[in-house]
C-alpha cells in the first residue's frame, strides 16, 4: 500500500514541478493560450478557402424587371456584394482597374431582345482575374442554376440534370471543418513539442544526473511529466471549441463530453510521442527538429490540409500510422456529423495501441543510467 | 556500527570506447570518515564516483557499496546515498525552498516531517533569507550550501561529492568543510573528490589518481611521511638559473618554484641529496642553498604521478 502511495506521491511531485517550470517560464506558458488563439484566428479568418463577398458593380442599361430579378439572385449567392451602380460598361471597367471592385455585372440595353434569342448569353461579368481564386469562385457564379435560368430561356425550360445539396456544412463554410481540425493540429504541435524537451532539458541542465540518483522510477518520471500537459491538452482545446463557437460560429453535432473521451486517447499519443522523441534526442535543438520532422507528415497527409481519399494508397498506409489522422476522423466525426462513442471507437483504439507502443519504447529507452 | 568498509571495488574498470577512463581500480572506503580522491582533470575521479552510485555501469571488476553489489542492488541505494553533482543540478527556476520540498517529496519524506526537516537544513547551511530566492540567482557558495542541503536532506549514511568546491571562496570552501566535519561525526561517510591540495588534506584518507589509476593511497600524514622521494628546498636569488642546472643532474625527478623558493623532488637512493644538489649549483655558479626538507602532498602528488607516467611510457 505505502509503495503504491509513495509512488503516487512522486508523481505528483514531479507534475507539480512541471507545472511550476511552466508558470516561470512566461513564453513557454504564453504559448499555451497564444498558439490555439492565433491558429484558430489565423486559420478561422484569413485562411478562408471560400470566397464571399466580392465587391460588386452593376451596369444595368436595359434597367428592366428580368434584369432586376438577375442581379438580386446574383446577390442572393453571397458570393458578390453591389456596391456600386454603374452607367456604363466602361465605367464598370475603370472600376476594375482602380481596384474599387472585383466583379462587374454589364447588362445591355437590349438584354430582352438578346434573352429572346436562343444560345447566347445576354449579359456579362467581368472579373478580375488576377486572383485565380475569385476568378474560380465567379465561374461558380455562371454556372448557378438561377443565373442560367434567368440567362437563356431555352436552358430554363430544360432544368438542370443535378441539383446540389451540401450536408453538414451547407454553406460550405471553412471555418466549420477547419476548426474542429484544428483541435487536432494545435494539440499535436504544442504537445508533442513540450514533453520532447521535457526529458532532453532535464539532461541539458545536469538535473537529470541528480535525479536518477533518487528513488524516482522511471514510470513515475514519465507520468509525472506528462501529467501536466493532459490538463493543458485539454485546456487549448477547450479555448478552441469556444473560440470557434463564439467568433465563427462553428456548431458541435455530437456530444461534447464524447470528442473529450476522443480527445484524452489522442493528447495521451501525442504527449507518449513527445517522450519517445525526448529519448533519443541528445539535446533541446534536436528534439525541437524531431518534434517538426514529426509534425509535417501528420499536417500533410491526416487529411487536414489535403482531402484524404485524393491520397495514393502509400501515404494513405502511413497516414494511418499518426495519430492525427485518426483524431481529424474523431473530431470532424462527432462535430459535423454528430458521430456516437460507437461511431469513432475503432479511432480511440488505434489511438490507443499508439499510445501503448510508443510509451513502452519510451521507457525501454530512458535507462536511469547516464551510459 | 559494523566493521565492514562502506566502499570496497576490485579492479573496477570502465572503459569509454577505446579509452579507459576509470583502469583497474581497488579501493577499501572505512566508515564514517572523509575519503579523498585527489587528482587531475580527466583522472577518473568523477567516473568512479558515478560508478559507485549506479549511474555508470563498469566495464569490468565489481564495487560494493554500504555492502550492497552495485549497480545490481543501485536501486536499494538510492535512500541511502546522497550524491552532490559537480554541476549544479537543482532547479534554477524554483527557489530554494521548492527545490528542497521537491527532493523531500521525491524522498517520500512525510509532509510534516519534510517541514520540520527542511527548517532544520534552513537553519544549518545558512539558507534562510534566502528561502523564497530562486537557485539561478544565488553565488556559487550559496548555490553549493543549498546542493549539499538537497545531498543530506534524506539523511543518508554515504555522501558523494563530486569536485565540490571548485567555484566557491576560501571562506565558504572552510565552512563547508567544518559542515562535512559536522555530517561525519554525526556518523555519515562522505566521499569527495577534489583537485585542491588543502582539501584533499584534510580527508582522514585518500586515493590520488592518475589517468585511471589510483597511484597511491594512504591517510595525507602517512603518505607524506612515507614518500618515495627526497625534497630539498633550495634558495636562490636566481631561481631561473638554479632550475636549469638542477634538472640536469641525474636523479631529480622534478623542480617546482614555490615562491622565492625551488623545490627539488629527488630519487631516494641517492645519497646526501642535498649535498649533491648544492654541489651542482656551485659547478654552474648558481648562488644558492640547498637543504633537506618535510615533504608536502604535492610533492606526493607529484612523485605518485611522475612514477606512472614513467611506467606507463616504459614499452
Known sequence: MTRWRDSLLRIAAVARKELRHLRRDRLTGGMVAGVPLMMTLLFGYAINQDVRHLRAGVADLSGTQTSRWLVADAQATQVIDVVVAAHSVRELEQLLTAGEISVGIAIPADFESRRARAGRPSAQLLVDGGDPVVLAAVRGLVSLPIWKRVASRHIAASPPAFELRAYYNPERRSPVHIVPALCGVILTLTLVLFTAVAIVRERERGNLELLITTPVQTPELMVGKIAPYVAIGYAQMTLILVLGRVLFDVPIAGSVWTLYVGAGAFVAAALTLGLLISTVAQTQFQAFQMAFVSFLPQILLSGFMFPFDGMPAPARWLSEVLPLTHFLRIVRGIALRGATLADVSGEIRALLIFFSISFALALLRFRKRLD | MNGEPAIRTRGLTRRFGRVTAVDRVDLEIPRQAIYGFLGPNGSGKSTTIRMLCGLLTPS????????????????????????????????????????????????????????????????????????????????????????????????????????????????????????????????????????????????????????????????????????????????????????????????????????????????????????????????????????????????????????????????
Open chain 2, 60 to 315: 569490468a571488476g565489481e564495487a560494493t557499496v554500504l555492502g550492497l553489489e552495485v549497480p545490481r542492488d543501485a536501486e536499494k541505494l538510492r535512500r541511502k546515498l546522497g550524491y552532490m553533482t559537480q554541476r549544479f543540478s537543482l532547479y534554477e527556476d524554483l527557489t530554494v525552498r521548492e527545490n528542497l520540498a521537491f527532493l523531500a517529496e521525491i524522498y517520500s519524506l512525510r509532509a510534516t516531517a519534510a517541514r520540520a526537516r527542511i527548517e532544520v537544513l534552513l537553519d544549518e547551511f545558512h539558507l534562510r533569507e534566502l528561502c523564497e530566492q530562486r537557485a539561478g540567482t544565488l553565488s556559487g557558495g550559496q548555490r553549493q550550501r543549498l546542493a549539499l542541503a538537497g545531498a543530506t536532506l534524506h539523511e543518508p549514511e554515504l555522501l558523494f561529492l563530486d569536485e565540490p568546491t571548485s567555484a566557491v571562496d576560501p571562506q565558504s570552501r572552510r565552512d563547508f568543510w567544518e559542515t562535512l566535519y559536522d555530517l561525519v561525526e554525526r556518523g555519515t561517510t562522505i566521499l569527495v573528490s577534489t583537485h585542491f591540495m588543502d582539501e584533499a588534506e584534510r580527508c582522514h584518507g585518500l586515493a590520488i589518481l592518475d589517468r585511471g589509476r589510483v597511484v597511491a593511497s594512504g591517510a595525507p600524514d602517512r603518505l607524506m611521511r612515507e614518500i618515495a622521494a627526497a625534497v630539498v628546498e633550495i634558495e636562490t636569488e636566481a631561481p631561473r638559473a638554479a632550475r636549469l642546472a638542477l634538472e640536469r643532474v641525474a636523479g631529480v625527478h622534478g623542480v617546482a618554484q614555490v615562491g622565492a623558493r625551488l623545490r627539488a623532488l629527488v630519487d631516494p637512493a641517492l645519497a646526501d641529496p642535498a649535498g649533491k644538489l648544492a654541489e651542482a649549483l656551485r659547478d654552474a655558479h648558481v648562488d644558492a642553498r640547498a637543504a633537506l626538507t618535510r615533504a608536502s602532498l604535492e610533492d606526493v602528488f607529484v612523485a605518485a604521478t611522475r612514477h606512472h607516467a614513467a611506467e606507463a611510457n616504459r614499452p
